[in-house]
T-cell receptor
C-alpha cells in the first residue's frame, strides 16, 4: 500500500482555518486520496476524497498538489467539535479489496 | 438512517478466556469490515466480508480469531483464547456495495476490550 506522511499533532484556535498536510510521494496515478477523522471515543468518519482536482463539501476542502505528491485538508473555521485525529489514506482500485490502511494520523487540538 | 450498531461497548476478561463481539451494519450494506485499533495507532483491517463471503482476511490471526456473517447481515467476531495483546478497540464498518476505492465506509462506535 502506498504510504502517507502526516505530522503527529497540530494545534488551532477556534473559528480559524486549519490546514492539515499529507505527503504521499509514492502515489500512483489511480490512487484516490481519502480523509477520515476520529473523534474521541468514536469510530472514524469519512471527511472527503479526491483524485486530481480540488474538492469541497460541507465538512472541508481538499487541495491536491499538481503532481499529486501531497495534499492538504482545509477546515475553513475550526470548532471545538473538530478536535480529532485526522487520517490521510490512499486507496488503490484492487478489484474488490480496496481496504482502508490507516497510519497514525494527525491529532488536531482546537483551543477555545 | 440508523448507523452501524455494535455490542457490547466495553468488555473486560481474563487472558485465555473467550469473547465475542456483535455488529449490525447499516441496512442494505453489502460489505462489512472488522478493524482492530490498538491504543495510539490507527485501525487495522482484520477481515472484510462482501455479503456473507470473505474478501480479505489476510491480517486475521486465525489461530485465535474467527468471524462470520450469517445471511449477509449481522456479524460476530470471536477471540478464543484471548491474550493480553488483544486489548484494543474493535471497530465494525460497512459500505453500500463492493467496497470500491471511492466508496465510503461507515464505522460503528467500537467495542473496547481489556484483557487482564
Amino acid at each position: 500500500d502506498a504510504k502517507t506522511t502526516q505530522p503527529n499533532s497540530m494545534e488551532s484556535n477556534e473559528e480559524e482555518p486549519v490546514h492539515l498536510p499529507c505527503n504521499h510521494s509514492t502515489i500512483s496515478g489511480t490512487d484516490y486520496i481519502h480523509w477520515y477523522r476520529q473523534l474521541p471515543s468514536q469510530g472514524p468518519e469519512y471527511v472527503i476524497h479526491g483524485l486530481t482536482s480540488n474538492v469541497n463539501n460541507r465538512m472541508a476542502s481538499l487541495a491536491i498538489a499538481e503532481d499529486r505528491k501531497s495534499s492538504t485538508l482545509i477546515l475553513h473555521r475550526a470548532t471545538l467539535r473538530d478536535a480529532a485525529v485526522y487520517y490521510c489514506i490512499l486507496r488503490l482500485p484492487q478489484g474488490g479489496s480496496e481496504k482502508l490502511v490507516f497510519g497514525k494520523g494527525t491529532k488536531l487540538t482546537v483551543n477555545p | 438512517e440508523a448507523g452501524v450498531a455494535q455490542s457490547p461497548r466495553y468488555k473486560i476478561i481474563e487472558k485465555r478466556q473467550s469473547v465475542a463481539f456483535w455488529c449490525n451494519p447499516i441496512s442494505g450494506h453489502a460489505t462489512l469490515y472488522w478493524y482492530q485499533q490498538i491504543l495510539g495507532q490507527g485501525p487495522k483491517l482484520l477481515i472484510q466480508f462482501q455479503n456473507n463471503g470473505v474478501v480479505d482476511d489476510s491480517q486475521l490471526p486465525k489461530d485465535r480469531f474467527s468471524a462470520e456473517r450469517l445471511k449477509g447481515v449481522d456479524s460476530t467476531l470471536k477471540i478464543q483464547p484471548a491474550k493480553l495483546e488483544d486489548s484494543a478497540v474493535y471497530l465494525c464498518a460497512s459500505s453500500p456495495r463492493w467496497g470500491g476505492p471511492i466508496e465510503t465506509q461507515y464505522f460503528g462506535p467500537g467495542t473496547r476490550l481489556l484483557v487482564l
